[in-house]
């Protein structure tokens, strides 16, 4: 039986997205550049994803530039931001979906399952939905996964949740 355990998950706060969103948008109202363009960013929370338009794909760049930036200030991590095609839309305009991934998909989390299993730790990793547990007897074992996982990109912010 496994004494000690953390979960890994990949979660993004979406009040930190709308407050980003919301600095965006104040910037934009102001900036020369975007005068006139009918720009604007939307938060969708029910779809989990941001919608950029503008009159013209490069006003769609500088939109993604100014929000990514206002992310970033707030810690947001870009890794987790999955960005769509800028597509035509309608009246000559521009727009863009980006997808927030909330969760780990099943194939990272195989990916890093495969990754604990071929360090040959003393732990036992499991997926349980959109995250993973692992547990072991050790804590120093646990640091040590911890550490190597915090070393390798999996294309995804990782955080260490509910250690006991």
């Not at 521009?94 to 927030?100: L, W």
């Not at 499991?126 to 294309?155: H, N, P, W």
């Amino acid at each position: 039986m496994a004494d000690y355990s953390f979960d890994i998950v990949s979660k993004v706060d979406l009040n930190v997205i709308a407050e980003a969103v919301s600095a965006a948008g104040k910037e934009i109202a102001n900036r020369y550049d975007f005068k006139g363009t009918n720009s604007s960013i939307e938060l969708s929370e029910k779809e989990s994803a941001l919608n950029l338009h503008s009159s013209d794909e490069y006003k769609v760049g500088a939109l993604r530039d100014v929000l990514f930036t206002r992310l970033a200030k707030r810690g947001v991590a870009l890794k987790n931001l999955t960005q769509g095609k800028v597509e035509a839309a309608l009246g000559g305009n521009a727009k863009q979906s980006i997808k927030i991934q909330q969760g780990i998909p099943s194939e990272k989390a195989k990916e890093i399952s495969k990754t604990i299993k071929d360090a040959k730790l003393k732990v036992a990793a499991s997926i349980q939905g959109d995250q993973l547990r692992v547990s072991s007897k050790s804590k120093d074992e646990l640091q040590a996964t911890q550490a190597l996982l915090r070393e390798k990109d999996f294309g995804l912010e990782l955080q260490f949740t509910n250690y006991r």
